[in-house]
């Protein structure tokens, strides 16, 4: 394929989500052609399915600036910049009117999951006028058709959510996992809603010791208080879950510390049980109950439970992206240069100094992961975090290096994704912590050598998982 035939085509986005939807924005900006590629049904799907949950972020730092631009000409009414909208909300008064702007609409498709990409007419060995080559983006629809779309670049938007870690020891699935599908809800149900019947004096085990543990645990004891016979087991890999009951008061996000005070309340008064240092080695199904074989502290462990939630974390999705060069941390499974900005081990708080273009780039020119999949295996994400750097993207592909290699700092970086919790933040602290504070007006930031520490708001906790031994 010649240059000038790949400078034809469209720039291939997949995912409709707000991240997805904003490159679509951005692109359209700088005058490139997009193509939004959507697995769900409508754009959004994925938040819409989490919908019951309230986000940290209030709205000024969920809307992207191109959105905006593209939403203003059609009478659309801006949320209150300060309140913290349900993903429900986020999708209704945000996602679906972007999707349905007449610049957006006529470039989405829905129901189109993407099976692979691949740069058009040359595997992944093979070398020879590669970089002329545009790309191949493999898909099928609700009918099971396959179709190829060609592209002249690919923004990989489509997250993570659909990819959760397995609940087996080592990062593999335990032995029968796959037979006890059926108990396994989802790292978010709706506890306190349509999935109320699942949990109804039922047995639950909830598996991780990230926010969505948290949130659904809390909505767990809420429901035990009208529903008595309700049981609640929580299990943790780590020793301590002191990284998850966070800074309380020292945390610069109120919501975030009320999430993790009231956890440990609701522990310390045994309204659930915690076990750590929980190994998860079989699951055996059996009538309208699971059993839950492993150990606990290196002690047998044998539960027999209802439901089981998965709330383990996420891992991006590669197979579909086996015929592209990547060049991916060996560890969090991001693009290299953002993995030391975030890996777990590390960073407690999630946060990162803004990035762009330079820090996503991949050996093959023209392919980016951007969003929450950009991420690879870290667990925290903002979604303005995604928003700039499609706005770097976007700028590189049209040919501005300058706007490309720029970033504005005008959000807190903080690794908080959500809370059926969150409130207004509405004090100050003074504790330090891997994030340093806030700026009090937006800030330029040049990306490369010499870039400054992130900033954000600090979480009151040690970094990363240090924190995750027995408690003292």
């Known amino acids: 394929m010649s240059e000038v035939a790949r400078n034809d085509l469209p720039v291939v986005v997949i995912g409709g989500g707000p991240v997805g939807l904003a490159a679509a924005a951005h692109l359209l900006e700088r005058g490139l052609e997009p193509l939004v590629l959507e697995a769900g049904e409508s754009a959004g799907a994925a938040i819409a399915s989490w919908g019951h949950v309230r986000l940290f972020s209030p709205w000024r730092y969920d809307i992207d600036a191109a959105a905006r631009r593209l939403l203003e000409p059609t009478g659309w009414v801006e949320p209150d910049l300060d309140s913290l909208p349900t993903g429900s909300e986020l999708v209704e008064e945000y996602v679906a009117p972007l999707a349905a702007t007449p610049e957006i609409s006529t470039r989405l498709r829905t129901s189109t999951r993407v099976l692979a990409v691949a740069r058009d007419g040359a595997d ?22 396959v179709t190829d779309v060609l592209a002249r670049a690919v923004i990989d938007a489509s997250g993570t959510f659909s990819t959760s870690n397995p609940l087996g020891v080592s990062g593999l699935p335990a032995a029968g996992e796959a037979e006890a599908a059926p108990f396994v809800t989802g790292p978010l149900p709706d506890v306190l809603g349509t999935q109320r019947e699942r949990f109804a004096s039922r047995h639950t085990l909830v598996v991780g010791m990230g926010h969505s543990a948290a949130n659904t645990l ?64 079989q699951l055996v199904p059996a009538g309208d109950s699971v059993q839950v074989l492993g150990t606990a502290k290196d002690e047998p462990l044998a539960l027999d439970v209802h439901a089981i939630v998965n709330a383990t974390g996420f891992r991006p999705d590669l197979d579909m992206l086996r015929e592209v060069r990547l060049d991916l941390d060996p560890v969090v499974e991001a693009p290299s240069a953002l993995a030391p900005l975030i890996d777990p081990n590390q960073h407690s708080c999630g946060t990162v100094p803004p990035h762009g273009e330079q820090v996503l780039s991949h050996p093959d020119d023209g392919f980016y992961l951007v969003g929450m999949k950009s991420y690879g295996r870290a667990p925290t994400f903002l979604l303005a975090t995604g928003y700039e750097q499609v706005r770097s993207v976007a700028a590189a592909l049209a040919g501005d290096r300058a706007a490309a290699d720029a970033v504005e700092l005008n959000l807190p970086a903080t690794g908080v994704c959500s809370s059926d919790l969150a ?4 004090g100050e602290s003074s504790a330090g912590s891997c994030c340093g504070t806030a700026p009090a007006e937006p800030q330029l930031v040049t990306l490369g050598v010499g870039a400054p520490a992130g900033v954000g708001f600090a979480s009151g906790i040690v970094h990363g998982r240090s924190g995750d031994g027995e408690d003292a």
């Open 423 to 426: 409130l207004e933040a509405d």
């Open 218 to 281: 809390l909505s767990l004891v809420e429901l035990a208080e009208s529903e008595p016979s309700t049981t609640i087991t929580w299990a943790i890999r780590g020793g301590s879950a002191r990284r998850l009951f966070g800074g309380g008061t020292d945390d610069e996000l109120p919501a975030r510390g009320l999430l993790g005070t009231r956890l440990r309340e609701a522990v310390d008064a045994g309204r659930l049980r915690l076990l750590t240092r929980v190994s998860i080695e």
């Open 124 to 145: 992944k060995t093979r070398s020879l006028g590669r970089e002329r080559r545009g790309y191949r983006v493999r898909t099928v629809g609700a009918d099971g058709r």
